[in-house]
């Protein structure tokens, strides 16, 4: 069975990945990756004045009919993935942290000197800036059927890593300037995101598959050597995520 990938930026490392097979002139099963903001599926949805009877655009619907018509691919969602960074990439000038219930012991301590914030506030916050993307996985159920979504990467540990490899979104937001938000702290809205994405894509009857151990480092951490950026896994990164992928589709 081939497998279909659909999301936004995090599909470039399995593409990445694709690709670097491909070059080995070895055989492999069919792997695509859609990209739903390509200018080629514009606009990339419709009926916005109703998000509940909102979807895809005309062409991304039927570049995904069209594919699981002729392939009948597993499907896996790499839909958003970077709102966490989006809000806890950069330094807050006025420094915040907050406890994630059930994970209290794991992960690195908040700073000292970051403000406490009710568990519950940084949640609302959060979840109001993935409503885009919780759309986007009903859509993709709706138009496609039963999914895998993957988790989004791990945050990177290194501080120096990111401010060299930020891409425009931070770097237009002063990263240089303001500094990268404790390490803490960007762990614990990876795994708060990850938290809201797995029960938004059960809540639609799809599957949830974390990100494989061996993609992390001993504290959990995204390995360098598959950082892309500051926030994307790289070609290494997508072959880990292929073969997990594979991998499921053998079980069933």
């Known amino acids: 069975m081939t497998t279909l990938f659909v999301g936004q930026s995090h599909v470039g490392a399995i593409r990445a990945a694709h690709q670097a097979r491909r070059a080995t002139g070895g055989k492999f099963k069919r792997t695509r990756g859609i990209h739903t903001l390509e200018q080629g599926y ?16 005309p062409l991304l619907r039927a570049e ?13 969602s790499m839909m958003g993935g970077n709102a966490h960074n989006a809000l806890a990439l950069i330094r807050h000038p ?33 979840e109001r800036h993935l409503e885009l993307d919780f759309l986007r996985l009903r859509m993709l159920r709706d138009a496609a059927g ?37 390490v ?12 809201l994405f797995r029960a938004q894509v059960e809540s639609l009857g799809c599957r949830f598959m974390p990100v494989p151990d061996e993609a992390k480092d001993a504290d959990g951490f995204l390995r360098e050597e598959l950082a892309g950026d500051a926030t994307h896994g790289n070609a290494d990164y997508g072959q880990i995520i292929l073969r997990a992928a594979e991998d499921l589709v053998a079980r069933g």
Not at 42 to 52: S, V
Not at 64 to 76: G, H, M, S, W
Not at 163 to 182: Q, Y
Not at 184 to 195: D, E, F, T, V
Request: net charge negative; no cysteine; hydrophobic share 40%.
């Open 184 to 195: 803490g702290l960007r762990w614990r809205m990876w795994r708060l995101n990850a938290r």
């Open 42 to 57: 514009a606009p990339e949805m419709e009926g916005m004045d109703d998000p509940a009877t909102a979807r895809f655009g």
């Open 64 to 76: 995904l009919e069209q594919d699981i018509a002729l392939y009948r691919p597993r499907l896996f």
């Open 94 to 126: 006025r420094g915040y942290d907050f406890r994630l219930p059930g994970e209290e012991a794991q992960g690195p301590p908040p700073e000292d000197q970051a403000e406490p914030v009710p568990f519950a506030l940084v949640s609302t916050t959060l």
């Open 146 to 182: 039963a999914f895998v979504h993957v988790e989004s990467p791990p945050p990177v540990r290194s501080e120096t890593l990111i401010r060299e490899r930020a891409d425009a979104f931070f770097k237009d937001n002063a990263i240089d300037t303001l500094g990268v938000a404790p």
